[in-house]
């Protein structure tokens, strides 16, 4: 059964740094691996999609990268901003059609 | 990319009645609908599977006579809370998948639900 963990649970950082969100799941047999981002009492917004023969995406300063013989995934926010705070979410596409959402970063951006 | 709309955005109701949520997608024809609720905090869960013209298939723990997903169409999907209670007070999402274009693996997201049960 696919399980996808996300660390760390929250995460407060000044403006301005480049930091980096992880996530890993337990059967590598997937075929894609997206990252959402979330702000409070809201749906979704789809942020990268990697599809499973990729090893990243980038869009604007966000870049997520896939090394899916270890599990993992990561998204790397570049040059933080107040904006950036809301929750992301890591979520696997399985080859039975699911996608398992992990339970998400909050990530708090410090003006 | 593709857009997914839910209505209502909020429901409050009271105990007892039931409560009809829609799922469409705009400009695209979604063979296979998906709809996750998710507890305040908490991650999404897969309630259930619906193909348009079938049975959906629904997860383990998702009473099928509780929640009932009728999928008429290939943009509509709809989720009937029936004789909701406050237990069932969550945020519901549904999402699509499918596209004018051939298969997809990506599924898109509609804005939710949030419903209330007094």
Redesign the interface.
Same mark, same amino acid.
């Not at chain 1, 996300?6 to 996530?23: D, F, K, M, R, T």
């Not at chain 2, 309630?47 to 290939?74: P, R, W």
């Given at each position: 059964k696919q399980e996808v963990t996300q660390i760390p649970a929250a995460l407060s950082v000044p403006e301005g740094e480049n930091l980096v969100l992880n996530c890993s799941f337990t059967d590598s047999a997937i075929?894609?691996l #997206?990252w959402?981002r979330q702000d409070p =009492?809201? %749906?979704?917004t789809?942020l990268l999609?990697i #599809?499973s023969s990729q090893r990243e995406q980038t869009s604007g300063r966000l870049n997520a990268s896939l090394d899916k013989s270890s599990g993992r995934s990561t998204l790397y926010i570049a040059a933080s901003q107040p904006g950036d705070s809301a929750t992301y979410?890591c979520?696997v %596409?399985n080859r039975d059609?699911? @996608? @398992?959402? =992990?339970? =998400?970063t909050r990530l708090h951006i410090l003006p | 990319g593709a857009v997914v709309s839910q209505h209502p955005s909020r429901v409050i109701c009271k105990s007892g009645t039931s409560v009809k949520i829609e799922c469409r997608s705009l400009d695209f024809q979604a063979t296979t609908m998906f709809w996750y609720r998710q507890f305040p905090k908490k991650s999404l869960m897969l309630m259930a599977t619906s193909n348009e013209g079938s049975k959906a298939t629904y997860e383990q723990g998702v009473e099928k006579d509780k929640f009932l997903i009728n999928h008429a169409s290939l943009t509509l999907s709809t989720l009937t809370v029936t004789s909701a209670h406050p237990e069932d007070s969550s945020f519901y999402i549904c999402s699509a998948r499918g596209g004018a274009g051939g298969w997809t693996n990506e599924q898109f997201f509609g804005p939710g639900t949030r419903l209330t049960v007094l």
């Amino acid at each position: 059964k696919q399980e996808v963990t996300q660390i760390p649970a929250a995460l407060s950082v000044p403006e301005g740094e480049n930091l980096v969100l992880n996530c890993s799941f337990t059967d590598s047999a997937i075929y894609n691996l #997206q990252w959402f981002r979330q702000d409070p =009492g809201k %749906g979704l917004t789809s942020l990268l999609l990697i #599809q499973s023969s990729q090893r990243e995406q980038t869009s604007g300063r966000l870049n997520a990268s896939l090394d899916k013989s270890s599990g993992r995934s990561t998204l790397y926010i570049a040059a933080s901003q107040p904006g950036d705070s809301a929750t992301y979410l890591c979520a696997v %596409g399985n080859r039975d059609d699911k @996608i @398992i959402f =992990g339970k =998400g970063t909050r990530l708090h951006i410090l003006p | 990319g593709a857009v997914v709309s839910q209505h209502p955005s909020r429901v409050i109701c009271k105990s007892g009645t039931s409560v009809k949520i829609e799922c469409r997608s705009l400009d695209f024809q979604a063979t296979t609908m998906f709809w996750y609720r998710q507890f305040p905090k908490k991650s999404l869960m897969l309630m259930a599977t619906s193909n348009e013209g079938s049975k959906a298939t629904y997860e383990q723990g998702v009473e099928k006579d509780k929640f009932l997903i009728n999928h008429a169409s290939l943009t509509l999907s709809t989720l009937t809370v029936t004789s909701a209670h406050p237990e069932d007070s969550s945020f519901y999402i549904c999402s699509a998948r499918g596209g004018a274009g051939g298969w997809t693996n990506e599924q898109f997201f509609g804005p939710g639900t949030r419903l209330t049960v007094l």
